[in-house]
């Protein structure tokens, strides 16, 4: 998926309704939901792989900071979810699916 699939430059948020915003901002929040599944879902798999052994790091954690400028704090937690949804497929499946988000704000909006 390319960033212009995501994003419309020509989308004027102001043009909106509050309902059509609320209702862009549930529908994007889904698809980011998926779109971060996925990427946990491979995250965990390279680090079943151990592929950042290949770039000379000493954890996948430390992988991350470097490669994906993310802090190590937040790498340690983004691979113990990766790994926690390999061990629960309903919770992995309703993740990317995006429903687990969109269900609670539907709810939350009604």
Do not use: N
């Not at 419309?8 to 043009?15: E, F, K, T, Y």
């Amino acid at each position: 998926m390319s960033i212009a699939a995501i994003f419309d430059p020509s989308d004027d948020a102001v043009a909106f309704s509050t309902a059509e915003l609320a209702g862009e901002l549930i529908q994007l929040s889904s698809r980011l939901a998926a779109m971060e599944a996925r990427w946990l879902s491979l995250l965990a798999e390279y680090d079943r792989r151990e592929g950042w052994r290949a770039d000379g790091q000493l954890s996948c954690v430390d992988w991350l900071v470097w490669r994906c400028g993310i802090r190590r704090s937040t790498a340690y937690d983004k691979l113990r979810v990766a790994h926690e949804l390999t061990r629960r497929p309903a919770v992995r499946e309703s993740f990317a699916a995006g429903r687990l988000f969109s269900s609670w704000a539907t709810r939350s909006l009604s």
